[in-house]
Structure formats: structure tokens, C-alpha cells
């Protein structure tokens, strides 16, 4: 069982930036393809961003592409999020993912351990 906590969520002014961290505790995530995904109220989970286990790819969802940055640290076991020139569309709760997948990917069905997700919200 992989256990993941998000941390750095807040409220930001449009244009800002936050960090989002996400800490994996229990079974190892090295091997693990690691993705954030968002929620905002009404709306389906969408993917936003991923990384493959050893770092070498990622992907990122259109709408966050050029923008968004995820990274992972493997000695640590955490996984990180720069938001840069927010926009209040980003409004929603982020979550972490882990993923046996090799290779990044979108699909929410790929994904076996969630975090409880952190409230990001960007005002106008």
C-alpha cells in the first residue's frame, strides 16, 4: 500500500505561482509512474500532469502545458508541482497519484493510490 499527502495548496491572485508537494509513505513509489489530477466543483477529475519513474518523460494536460512543471525526487520519495502564471480556471483540489505504469499517462483507471487532495484557488 503507497500513502500520499499533498501539502502546498492556498489561495494565490491570478498570475501568481504555488508549489504543490506530494509525500509517498508505505510501499516504495520508485517504479511507480507518479500524476497530479484536479476537481473543480461540478466538474469531472482531470488529468493535469505525470512523470515516469525515472524521470525521463512527462506529460502534461492541455491546458496547463508550458505553464505547469512536475518533478520527482526518488531518494526522497516525493513528487512536486510548480503552477506558474495561475489563472483562476486552475481553481480546484489537486490530487496525487501513483501508477505501475513504466511511461506517463492520463487515464485515471492507470492509477491505484490517491492522495486526499489540496485546495488551490486563484482569484481574479
Known amino acids: 500500500q503507497v500513502q500520499l499527502v499533498e501539502s502546498g495548496g492556498g489561495l494565490v491572485q491570478a498570475g501568481g505561482s504555488l508549489r504543490l508537494s506530494c509525500a509517498a509513505s508505505?510501499?516504495?513509489?520508485?517504479?511507480?509512474?507518479m500524476g497530479w489530477f484536479r476537481q473543480a466543483p461540478g466538474k469531472e477529475r482531470e488529468f493535469v500532469a505525470a512523470?515516469?519513474?525515472?524521470?525521463?518523460?512527462?506529460a502534461y494536460g492541455d491546458s496547463v502545458r508550458g505553464r505547469f512543471t512536475t518533478s520527482r525526487d526518488n531518494a526522497k520519495i516525493t513528487v512536486t508541482m510548480q503552477m506558474n502564471s495561475l489563472k483562476p480556471e486552475d481553481t480546484a483540489v489537486y490530487y496525487c497519484?501513483?501508477?505501475?505504469?513504466?511511461?506517463?499517462?492520463?487515464?485515471?483507471?492507470?492509477?491505484?493510490?490517491w492522495g486526499q487532495g489540496t485546495q488551490v484557488t486563484v482569484s481574479s
Open positions: 512523470i515516469s519513474s525515472n524521470t525521463s518523460s512527462t
Open positions: 497519484a501513483a501508477g505501475p505504469r513504466a511511461i506517463p499517462t492520463m487515464y485515471r483507471r492507470d492509477y491505484n493510490f
Open positions: 508505505g510501499r516504495t513509489i520508485i517504479g511507480f509512474t
